[in-house]
């Protein structure tokens, strides 16, 4: 299948594929049907690209188990790790162009995604020298018995990735799932699919055999469901919102009861103590929820601040909110680009009504910026309380609410009245206040004195409705591995 060629302007033209790449090979689909994509920076189509039906997700499924139960299955962990760690060579080596595909796609400033994409090259490094390093162990019950716990890897996995962070969940997902010896067939989000598959060129080149990362654009109500549903996929792996992530769940139960993780939604809680050191404070209070166009699962969009500074917090907070410069992904100085898509961009221009006609205060933005692309002003409400809309909902995007608190006890009760559990974050210099706080917050990273600070060898992940499962780090490896006993009674038959 041709490639097109496309345009940047930081990298100049380059081959973009528009194929499905399933068996190390770039296809058109069964019904030779394609979707558009759309530049959020302009509202222009970009290209467009093949889309995936059931019956494409059957032959990518049926690569899949062929590749695993063939030639991969015999694949030594250390080749498996050396695999994903020329894959690291290959991103690292083309990492300005990645970056560059990334901005055109999903609209977040270029400099931005060079960021994403280093992350990306630590997380597959990381995991190819995890692969031969998952040891199982002996266990001594008695002198007649000989017994060994291994692990194995699970199979065929599905891996539906979202269109915030498109490449570095491409390689938070297959890391691990490569390393533990599985295959996978990932499907990218309809809004950003171009990343996903210039990096399946890449896999090619790495020499990862047919059949082991099969990469297919398309739509979750189809491409998706499928996969969800599939009776030859061993387990799905999925990022992206909590109603989504039901539907999921659901699906895999009620088709092969396949082994599900998911990475959900936030409505994160971030924290500022009057003891905190203010002008870091707000520096992170300010990463936390604009980093990305606020289009981050653990966005801090819940900001409580301790009522003795919250009126010189919120003068300098949006003072500080002013100073990001939104436009142009492509512009050196760019920090904020446009929403991913008109339907986000109306998402989240709805959620703005709604705080507005709830009675909440504007401290800053609350308007779309421009007439052209999906550009929305950094927007601060205050005079906020618990039961308004943009308190309990997930927006994601560029929009917070502060709100004030007297006490440590009431800020812990209100930072956890909520259904998500993702992040949190508390800002202090008081190493007591910090472990206490972070202990009693309901989620499954806290940060302190920091906001966004992710790492590889980290596992990141949610608490109560915003999933199931870890991403990154050891833990991650749990979710990609099944435990066999083999227990052997010692004796002559066996031995002679």
Not at 165 to 176: A, C, R, V
Not at 357 to 363: C, I, L, R, S
Not at 440 to 455: C, D, I, P, R, S
């Amino acid at each position: 299948m041709s490639a097109v060629t496309l345009e940047t302007p930081t990298s100049g033209k380059y081959e973009q594929p528009t194929g499905l790449f399933i068996n190390n090979e770039f296809v058109e689909s069964v019904d030779k049907k394609t979707f558009e994509v759309i530049n959020p920076t302009d509202e222009s189509v970009t290209v467009s690209v093949q889309e995936a039906s059931e019956k494409d997700v059957d032959i990518a499924v049926s690569a899949a188990r062929k590749a695993f139960e063939g030639p991969w299955r015999k694949e030594t962990p250390e080749n498996r790790g050396k695999l994903l760690i020329k894959l690291a060579d290959l991103f690292e080596q083309n990492a300005d162009l990645l970056a560059s595909i990334e901005a055109l796609d999903n609209g977040k400033a270029h400099s931005m995604a060079k960021v994403d994409i280093g992350m990306c090259v630590g997380t597959l490094r990381y995991y190819g020298g995890w692969a031969d390093k998952i040891e199982g162990r002996v266990t001594d019950t008695g002198p007649d018995t000989f017994n060994y716990i291994k692990k194995e890897p699970i199979g065929v996995c599905a891996q539906i990735i979202p269109w915030n962070f498109p490449l570095l969940m491409f390689s938070w997902k297959i890391g691990p799932a490569i390393a533990c010896g599985n295959c996978v067939v990932l499907k990218s989000a309809e809004q950003t699919p171009l990343g996903a598959l210039y990096a399946a060129k890449l896999i090619k080149e790495a020499g990862f055999p047919p059949g082991v990362l099969n990469v297919i654009s398309g739509f979750g109500k189809t491409a998706g469901a499928a996969l969800a549903n599939h009776m030859d996929v061993d387990k799905v792996a999925f990022t992206g919102s909590t109603v989504t992530g039901r539907t999921i769940l659901k699906a895999a139960a009620s088709s092969n009861l396949k082994k599900v993780t998911l990475e959900l939604g936030g409505k994160s809680p971030n924290i500022v103590f009057e003891d905190a050191d203010i002008d870091n404070a707000i520096s992170w209070v300010n990463f936390g929820i604009f980093f990305n166009h606020g289009q981050c699962c653990c966005a801090g969009s819940r900001i409580y601040v301790q009522e003795s500074i919250y009126d010189e917090f919120i003068k300098r907070f949006k003072e500080r909110a002013s100073k990001n410069v939104v436009g142009d992904p492509f512009a050196k100085d760019t920090f904020q680009g446009p929403q991913v898509s008109q339907l986000q961009f109306d998402r989240i221009m709805n959620y703005i009504k709604a705080g507005k006609e709830a009675g909440a205060t504007v401290e800053i933005g609350g308007n779309r910026k421009g007439d052209k692309g999906y550009f929305i002003e950094p927007t601060i409400f205050s005079n906020v309380t618990e039961d308004m809309q943009i308190m309990q909902e997930e927006i994601f995007g560029p929009v917070c609410s502060i709100s004030k608190f007297k006490s440590k006890d009431e800020v812990i009760k209100t930072a956890n009245n909520s259904t998500y559990g993702l992040a949190a974050a508390l800002h202090t210099k008081n190493l007591n206040t910090a472990i206490e706080v972070s202990g009693a917050l309901k989620a499954g990273t806290v940060w302190v004195n920091t906001y966004n600070t992710l790492h590889h060898q980290m596992p990141f992940g949610g608490y109560k409705e915003s999933g199931i499962g870890r991403e990154l780090g050891e833990d991650a490896l749990a979710n990609y591995s099944q435990t066999k006993t083999v227990s052997i009674r010692l004796g002559d038959a066996l031995f002679g």
